[in-house]
């Protein structure tokens, strides 16, 4: 009986603090950059889908490992078992013909460091890196430096605050 | 020598050349009209049933492997709302070549009753075969079916994006390629397409590279890159 009452006491602390909050006005409110500023009860209408970037223009990247964007269209291109239709402009055989970049020479290096004659498995599914680009607009203010600006930052001399 | 028929073919003939003995003549011609009518009325309400999408895919064959990957694709969903059905690409709509076409598709009935390909994996085993007498078949007529609804006169290539107004401009409106050689698996999956070179590179035109098109193709290419909007920015 006495260890009853010992659990109860010592669960006391925890459970105070979780009734007051309880006690608060309706549903917590969330203030989510990824979601609009609406009770969660409430529907609120979704976004509009935005429109595809499929002007054919290169973006750089941002980083220079950066997998670059796809600047066009991929609807309904077959990457499958039996085909890789971006590989059909992309590979190696047919950018003369397409004018599009080859895929480059990091693709056909497998996972041992071994450079293969062709596509390396690992590669194989382009879209897990590559992706095309939508015309909205970033949820939440993006912090993100150009590793050029960085570099040409003026030293504070091994002060940091 | 006379040759001595048998009775059972010249007691028929005999009936068939000799005149009507009851019936009048206004009721032999007049009947046999409206039975004419009645007989082929009711051949093409038969050969358009066939040739509904409701009727490609009552056999589970078409409706579970490519019906469902025609649902995919922009041929089914789009954003205008019109869409192909399974005779629109597969099926002529001139009368002559649709008849033909009906008449090789008793092999696909043969293909039915022996279940030749009535799992998924003999119709993945087989895909390959079956994409190819689709795009032999698309290749002898011109793309006909394609052309029922896409028309290069009514194509606007100031719509399209570069490349594809290029490659347009240079194998479609000169008749060098048809729609085929390039828009394969634009409906259903492809199958291994090892050895068929993409239809707007010289592998596929069979004419010596020099003298390609795709090198003037490429040229442009290359001379729009340079000289675009984004290339001037770098």
């Known amino acids: 009986m006495r260890s009853y009452m010992l659990v109860a006491l010592a669960a006391l602390p925890c459970l105070v603090p979780a009734l007051l909050s309880a006690q608060g006005t309706g549903p917590a409110r969330v203030d989510s950059p990824f979601r609009p500023p609406v009770q969660f009860t409430d529907e609120a209408p979704a976004p509009q889908i935005p429109a595809d970037v499929t002007n054919d223009r290169r973006v750089a990247r941002n980083y220079p490992d950066q997998p670059p964007v796809i600047p066009h269209n991929i609807r309904d291109y077959q990457v499958s078992l039996n085909n890789n239709q971006c590989l059909t402009c992309h590979s190696r055989k047919y950018v003369e013909g397409s004018q599009a970049p080859m895929i480059s020479i990091t693709h056909y290096i497998d996972r041992d460091g071994q450079t293969l004659g062709a596509v390396a498995p690992r590669r194989y599914f382009c879209t897990q890196c590559h992706v095309p680009q939508t015309t909205a607009q970033p949820l939440v203010p993006n912090t993100f430096q150009d590793v050029d600006s960085l570099i040409t930052r003026p030293s504070d001399g091994g002060d940091r605050k | 020598m006379k040759l001595k028929l048998p009775e059972y073919i010249l007691s028929p003939w005999r009936t068939i050349s000799s005149p009507s003995r009851y019936l009048s003549l206004g009721f032999l011609t007049l009947g046999g009209f409206a039975a004419g009518v009645m007989f082929w009325g009711g051949f093409n ?36 709302g019109v869409r192909a059905t ?17 008449m090789q598709a008793s092999k696909e009935v043969w293909g039915k009753i022996f279940g030749t390909i009535n799992t998924r994996d003999k119709f993945v085993a087989m895909r390959r075969e079956l994409a190819e007498h689709e795009w032999a078949r698309l290749k002898a007529n011109n793309s006909l079916e394609c052309r029922n609804c896409h028309s290069p006169e009514s194509m606007d290539i100031t719509k399209q994006g570069a490349r594809a107004a290029r490659a347009h401009e240079e194998f479609l409106f000169t008749g060098q390629r048809t729609c085929i050689d390039c828009h394969k698996g634009i409906a259903h999956q492809l199958p291994n397409m090892e050895g068929v070179p993409p239809g707007w590179s010289d592998a596929a035109s069979g004419k010596d590279a020099a003298h390609s098109s795709k090198a003037s193709l490429a040229h442009w290419l290359a001379e729009t890159e ?6 001037q920015a770098r």
């Open chain 2, 86 to 102: 399974c005779p629109d690409c597969h099926v002529p709509h001139e009368w002559t070549d649709k008849i033909a076409r009906k």
């Open chain 2, 45 to 80: 309400t038969a050969l358009e049933a066939t040739n509904t999408e409701a009727f490609c895919i009552s056999c589970h064959e078409m409706e579970s492997n490519v019906y469902e990957e025609l649902k995919q694709t922009i041929h089914f969903t789009n954003r205008s």
């Open chain 2, 226 to 231: 340079d000289s675009g909007p984004a290339a």
